[in-house]
């Protein structure tokens, strides 16, 4: 039986409705790759900050719900979300699951009490200096292509021009 089924969906639907990571993403980029082709899950091909994500989530979800020792459950999911993010640099491969991650550890922070105002003030901003890096990166991504293809004004057309020119984060 899956981790994820401990969780009731009501409460993956809470936290995707955060916008932190959609239901979608949630599926396809991580339980997808988790539990993919056999009936064992595999980590090998989720990054660490994605595992991160998928402990922060089940952690929450365990954590709101009724039994309990749910808030126990919910704890040790917290620290396998900790122990995932601490796998590989934070700062050096910092990408938009990194900066879920950190979101959902401080969310579940909150939700249990288990932290202060000034641990939270530290994440909060740590998260803010991760997505300014992240998106300044996108950005810089996308003005190297746009530049590249302007040079070759030949080959450029409206949607070209219009796909490179929209940033994502």
């Known amino acids: 039986k899956p981790a994820y089924s401990s969780t009731s969906l009501a409460n993956v639907v809470k936290i995707s409705r955060s916008s932190v990571i959609t239901r979608k993403d ?5 339980l997808h790759r988790i539990y ?7 980590i090998d091909q989720v990054h660490p900050h994605r595992l991160a994500v ?3 989530v089940i952690g929450i979800g365990a ?3 009724p039994e309990p020792a749910a808030d126990q459950q919910g704890g040790k999911y917290y620290v396998l979300a ?6 590989v640099p934070i700062i050096a491969e910092a990408m938009v699951p990194t900066i879920q991650a950190i ?5 579940f922070l909150h939700n249990n ?22 998106c300044k990166v996108t950005i810089f991504c996308k003005h190297l292509q746009l530049t590249a293809v302007l040079k070759d004004r030949s080959s450029l057309s409206a949607s070209d021009m ?3 020119c929209r940033i994502e984060v």
Do not use: D, K, M, Y
Not at 36 to 42: D, I, K, M, R, V
Not at 103 to 107: E, H, Q, R, T
């Open 26 to 30: 949630f599926t396809e980029q991580i």
């Open 36 to 42: 993919a082709s056999s009936e064992t899950p595999t």
């Open 82 to 87: 900790c122990a995932a993010l601490s796998l």
């Open 63 to 65: 954590s709101l719900s």
């Open 54 to 56: 998928f402990f922060a």
């Open 113 to 134: 009490n288990r932290v202060s105002a000034e641990e939270s003030w530290l994440l909060t901003g740590l998260i803010g200096r991760l997505a300014f890096r992240v």
């Open 103 to 107: 979101f959902l550890v401080n969310s």
């Open 162 to 164: 219009s796909h490179l």
